[in-house]
């Protein structure tokens, strides 16, 4: 048996070198691009959580900005209390929109966002109202306490129910509605020295309870600023209107946009009881009582005679 020429055991060995050279390449190649994917996931995952912390941020300065309010009105700061809670709606706006927009919503928010609404317009409106028009007496200091329940089971609610549903419009006054309208009293009360006397106020704490829990529709404020049908050079001119009179003549606009928005519930219920019955009377529909009395034997003996 002869011997491998000593020519072709080189070449062979030069082959099997490079070989491992480039696998070792190929696996320093592939391992330098697992670890950019994971950089770029890592860098990706980081500033999702930064964007997720943001309306986080903005829930609890929700909730500051209402617990601050309360301290305002122990201390008889009634103004700064009432501006606390109007800010604390702008900023009950403000998470739930950036949520939106940067795909963040979770269910943590959405609890979080319950808490801060039960503090900043549950608590802290019926504290002001208990400071505000002083009602102290044993019997008077239940309806404060009646308004702050009433927001609870409302939010409790719409968390358990109506938000399941995805409906466009709310079941009762959403929590933020009587809180602005009660800060909004109390602002246009100090600036003209006035007061309220107790019974007014127990009568107005009951009906903005009342609706808070009631099954009256009420549009929602992205239907009220994004509507069906936009005409956006009227909704423009609006809207310019609106943030001058805020801008000049704050409290009273704001009471007017206030009972506006009251007042849109029972007429939305309205026009649609009347579309309603309009398209039953356009299909022939007869209402069954009266198809009962009309096919009653007394009538049917009437005809025979």
Partial sequence: ?????????????????????????????????????KKRRL??????????????????????????????SLEKLFISASYLIIIAMIADLMDGAIA?????????????????????FGCAPA??????????????????????????????????IDSETGAKDFRGTPIPAPAGVIAGLVLGLEKLKGNLSPFVVIVL???????????????HFRAILKPERPHPFRSLVIMLL?????????????????ALYYLSGPFIGFKQRRKELAGQAD?????????????????????DD
């Fill in 205 to 219: 704490v009951f009906l903005l309870s009342y609706l808070m829990v009631s099954n009256i529709r009420y549009p």
């Fill in 242 to 258: 609106v943030v001058v009179l805020l801008l000049t003549h704050f409290v009273g606009t704001w009471l007017i946009l206030g």
């Fill in 100 to 120: 939106r927009m940067t795909r963040t919503e979770s269910k943590f928010g959405a609890q979080l966002d319950s808490l801060a609404d039960v503090v900043s």
């Fill in 1 to 37: 048996m002869q011997d491998t020429p000593q020519s072709l055991k080189l070449p062979n060995a030069m082959n099997d070198q490079q070989e491992e050279v480039n696998s070792k390449k190929r696996f320093r190649f592939k391992l330098s691009h697992e670890e950019r994917e």
């Fill in 127 to 160: 504290i002001l109202l208990y400071q505000r028009f002083g009602l102290s007496a044993h019997p008077l200091w239940i309806f404060p306490l009646f308004y702050a329940i009433a927001g609870a089971l409302r939010l409790a609610r719409y968390n358990v």
């Fill in 43 to 72: 860098h990706f995952e980081g500033v999702k959580k930064g964007i997720f912390i943001f309306p986080t941020f903005i829930t609890l300065a929700n909730f500051s900005l209402g617990f601050m309010s309360i301290i305002y």
């Fill in 283 to 303: 299909s022939g529909y007869q209402d069954p009582l009266e198809l009962s009395f009309s096919d009653s034997p007394v009538d049917e003996k009437k005809s």
